[in-house]
């Protein structure tokens, strides 16, 4: 094993915080023994509230960092940790239960001079399992630093969007200061990373708004323990006086990424018994414009078909830009429909085409372009309402469409994506494909419709369990190649996974790679299988030594369920 490998936790100071026993407030040392060295891990449980300790390094340079952590249980366990000068924490997961294993993740590169390791369990829930085995340290030479630098500083091969759903942070994560806000988009440093997505809601707000009512503070009735830890994380950042937009927008522009905010457009409820925990300031108080089925049935979905219902939108939108902002996300994927049969599109297409859109097939293309204006009028608005905060800022917010894989399914939506592109209206498409039974992104489709325009085309990159093909780190490097290959000027990730087995091996280095950059290659995650842990020998006699001579080969399954 190269590098310099530090593999004793009991040093770790203050040493009043780790005992052998497992105890309320303590870390708990274990021994153990892989095949190249003997260590001591540190333990702590879900509910046992350990404090912050430091592993003194005393080494200088660059060096590539990885941490070694337990993977011999069935819970999830993390790391959680920094460098003494950095400004956050990160947590690394382990991916994959080996009973009889530790699990070694790619940490990142830096220099170590006067530097230490900082560990912690998360302080405000922990609620997981913190099991550090080792930290090993593996110096750069000369020419390995001056390349590293140098590539630091390209930027060709930073296409990636990556999107972060401004929600779950607060019930996960449940930051209570600027440095906790900081760890979602920490991971993506001197990465390919090119935009950083914030997400925002409705009428239900993790932010201060004069608009919507805000989470904690203008709500406060909550079903699950993720709704309790979201509403404290946001009351302790109010009474702080901490906007959260607005601090995520500031360190996404500190580590060099521009900073969008996404919006769903249908956020505006949510299906029994979640829907009373929001307060329905919109929908709940306007029924009356809400989208209708052909045969009258009212949908839980508000209509742009309404100025109210654009305007509202466009206020929250035009709210929240104001905060570091340099472009805006409107996802139209999640949610739809926007329009259908409300009597205001009725009687225009009557009027206009002396027939009734719910007598004809609903497909009938005079119909579905007719029902284009009400989102076209709503990007001109939101276009409007950006080109003001924009002025005021001295720069262009670029507007995003988080689109439909295929042409029909945009018509059919109201969304007239050629329009927009010809009328200036969006810079950036990013249609998802294969999820939620849709097709693959019709890249040809796409391509032409960018073609000649300064508009850029993102699609989605499917990399999560959600789709209908859940993509391995493999997978998803294919799937980059071709989108690449295909015609994109770059790539988009929902919900970006920042877990060692697919941000580390693929999507961090991802515009490298995709283009058979050897300097795209980080390290993946690999085991390191254990000997003995604490009394417990692995190495036990009733094995058999040649598995081939009982039909068996070599897997720690087999050896796990021999015991």
């Not at 100071?13 to 105890?23: M, V, Y």
């Not at 590539?151 to 759903?165: E, F, I, P």
């Not at 932010?207 to 309790?228: C, E, N, Y």
């Not at 939620?436 to 960018?450: A, F, K, M, Q, T």
């Amino acid at each position: 094993m190269d590098g310099i490998v530090f593999s004793d936790m009991s040093r770790c100071e203050p040493a009043s915080a780790l005992g052998r026993e497992l105890k309320h407030g303590q870390w708990r040392l274990v021994d153990y023994q892989v095949e190249e060295f003997k260590g001591t891990m540190m333990f702590a449980g879900e509910e046992t509230r350990a404090p912050q300790v430091r592993l003194k390094l005393g080494l200088e340079g660059l060096h590539a960092l990885y941490l070694g952590i337990d993977a011999s249980a069935f819970s999830t366990i993390r790391a959680r940790v920094k460098l003494s000068a950095d400004p956050c924490f990160q947590e690394l997961e382990r991916q994959e239960c080996h009973p009889l294993a530790l699990e070694e993740v790619y940490f990142k590169h830096a220099d170590l001079t006067g530097q230490d390791l900082v560990i912690e369990q998360r302080p405000h829930e922990p609620g997981q399992i913190n099991a550090l085995a080792y930290l090993r340290c593996v110096a750069l030479s000369k020419e390995q630093a001056q390349a590293l630098r140098a590539d630091r500083k390209r930027t060709d091969t930073r296409t990636l969007a990556v999107y972060n759903d401004g929600v779950g942070i607060f019930s996960d994560i449940s930051p209570r200061t600027e440095e906790e806000i900081w760890e979602a988009i920490e991971p993506f440093r001197d990465s390919d990373a090119k935009i950083f997505v914030w997400g925002i809601s409705t009428d239900h707000c993790f932010h201060p708004s004069r608009i919507g009512a805000v989470h904690g503070k203008d709500t406060d009735a909550f079903l699950t323990k993720g709704d309790r830890l979201a509403a404290d994380s946001v009351r302790a950042l109010l009474e702080k006086d901490i906007n959260p937009i607005k601090s995520a927008g500031a360190y996404a522009h500190r580590i060099g990424l521009e900073f969008h905010i996404y919006y769903r457009m249908q956020n505006f409820t949510c299906m029994p018994p979640y829907d009373q925990q929001m307060d329905q300031r919109l929908l709940g108080k306007n029924p009356q414009w809400r989208c209708v089925h052909r045969d009258g049935r009212p949908l839980v979905h508000m209509s742009y078909a309404y100025e109210e219902v654009r305007q509202f939108v466009v206020s929250m939108l035009e709210e929240a830009a104001q905060w570091e902002a340099d472009g805006m996300v409107l996802m139209y994927k999640r949610g739809a429909p926007f329009v259908m049969y409300e009597p205001p599109l009725v009687e225009g297409f009557k009027a206009q085409y002396g027939q009734d859109p719910r007598e004809i097939d609903e497909f009938d293309e005079r119909w579905l372009q007719y029902r284009c204006a009400p989102l076209t009028l709503f990007m001109r608005q939101v276009r409007q309402a950006l080109d003001r905060v924009g002025h005021a800022a001295g720069k262009r917010l670029a507007v995003t469409a988080c689109s439909f894989a295929t042409e029909a399914e945009n018509l059919y939506y109201g969304l007239d994506l050629p329009l927009w592109i010809k009328e200036g209206l969006v810079d950036y498409l990013a249609p998802m494909g294969i999820v939620h039974g849709c097709p693959e992104v019709d890249l040809s489709y796409y391509v032409r419709l960018v073609e000649g325009s300064p508009c850029r085309f993102y699609p989605m990159l499917p990399v999560l369990p959600g789709y209908v093909r859940f993509h391995t780190p493999e997978l998803c490097l294919q799937s980059a190649r071709e989108y690449f290959a295909g015609g994109a000027h770059g790539l988009s990730v929902w919900d970006c996974p920042t877990r060692p087995a697919v941000w580390g091996p693929v999507l961090k280095q991802i515009g490298h790679r995709a283009r058979d950059d050897p300097a795209g290659s980080p390290p993946q995650s690999h085991h390191v299988h254990l000997q003995t842990l604490g009394h417990v020998d692995f190495r036990d006699g009733h094995i058999p030594a040649d598995y081939q001579r009982i039909g068996k080969e070599w897997s720690l399954n087999y050896v796990w369920h021999a015991h």
